[in-house]
């Protein structure tokens, strides 16, 4: 994957909540949330756990394998943001991961063209290199 | 039944022209409202002794301005910041304060340059939302920053479920529109659509085109509640709230992890068991449109359509005036135009008071509607009218 020299797109912002995720996926490896008291797996990642308030959560790395379920999407032919209007249509995909189906995970659906689009296909992790230092994570059709 | 039950009603309601470009600021438009509202009650400004306002990202001016040029010097102003079922909302705190003793008589407004100001479904800056959502950051460096594609997700899942079509959506539209031909106060008076075009408009974001999203306009509603008691003193025939249930929520704010759910599921037992009616008891509708999917999801949630028939009760038409339900009489946010909601009150609040009668407006002989808010998946708040 090569790295743009100008990334003109919104850059997730890092704060004490949701640290730990971006940088795992600068590493090119998804880390979510877990609680400690009614185990439930969360995304996206807070302060405490919103099923049950636990403040005991905490981050389980689940590596650079991730393969997961479509569950539902949006082709978006109008650019909202600054960067988008280079790359429309622009696929906006939520996926459920199969070993945690609890974990949704919204990003852009990448090698894909909005007719192939299917709610319940296939879909793995890739890591969109944005920076020299940033990456972001995103979901490509299962090869 | 709950203890508030049509102890309480609204008296006066009253707007200001809808436009794309006002040409002044909240504040005036928000005046001309009040005035306006408290005209159709009868009442003067020193019998207001509470006021409360709802904006989005300060797009509106604040109560205490209001009162001031009002000339009424309330005992209480409230400014809460809001989308849609926000005026449920309001209207339950105005209840719950006149209930207290605390307060008589409560103007609530909602005022905005929406078209010619800040439009909302256009997106904001992108640091500034990243910070200001909850979970912001996992969704705008997506390009996800409208409502039309936050919903646009939740409708894709939805159709994909159930069945419900494209011509479905657009047959909402149809109808708002053809409502809207009927009321010379619409923005999209003299603006007709028919499936054919419908169909041929592109999207925008899936499965929304332009007529799906509500028009954004500079417009200003303003609606007056006081105790069923106190509302026999005033010039205009009172709507009595039966129900209300102002907020109840989704899993998450804002990053909605659960597409198969929305606010508007939870609010409904409660929201009838407050009104002691059935949703078959309903005879007209104010359903939040902020998009032409979210009146489907909603009449589902509400129990006003069966799950998965939804589509075919939209395509037999009884959305229209002399259907089963007509809904969104005034042409709605898709049509009339939008305040974040408000405009449907004063909708409802004119059929139930029978204003139209002797025209092709009038919902004949309505007795009981309903006037559900959508602040998104996560947020919802409605309230059943009575005369």
Partial sequence: MTIQTKYEKPIPLKNEDNRPYWDAADRHELEVQKCNDCKSYLHPPGPACPKCGSAAVEWENLGSDIKATLSSYVISYRPFLPGFQNDLPTIIAQAALDDKPDVRILCNLLECKPEDVKIGMPVQMTWQDITEERALPQWKPTD | MDKISNKYAVVGVGEYERSRKSGTTPLQMALVAARNALQDAGLEASDIDGIMNYSTGGDSCTSHEVATYLGARPKYVKDISGGGSSTEMLIGDAIGMIDAGLLNTVLIYRSMNGASGQ??????????LQNALPGGSFIIPYGSASPSQWFGIFA?????????????????????YEHAQRNPKAHLNGKTLTMEEYLNTPDISSPFNIHDC????????????????RAKDCKSRPVYIMGITPRETHPHAHYWSDLDQVAADHVAPALYQSAGVKPEDIQVAAIYDCFSWVVLRQLEAYGLAPRGEVGDFVAAGNLKM?????????????????THGMNNVLEIVRQLRHEYKGSDRQVEDCEIGICTGWSGPDLAGAMILGN
């Fill in chain 2, 119 to 128: 439009l909302v479904g256009r997106g904001y800056d992108p640091n500034m």
């Fill in chain 2, 156 to 176: 894709t899942r939805h159709m994909h479920q159930t069945g419900l079509t494209k011509e479905h959506l657009g047959q909402v539209c149809i109808d708002f």
């Fill in chain 2, 214 to 229: 509500c028009l954004e306009l500079d417009e200003a509603n303003a609606i007056i509640v006081t105790s069923a008691d």
């Fill in chain 2, 322 to 338: 002399g259907g089963k339900l007509p809904t969104n009489t005034a042409g709605g946010m898709l049509a009339e135009g939008y």
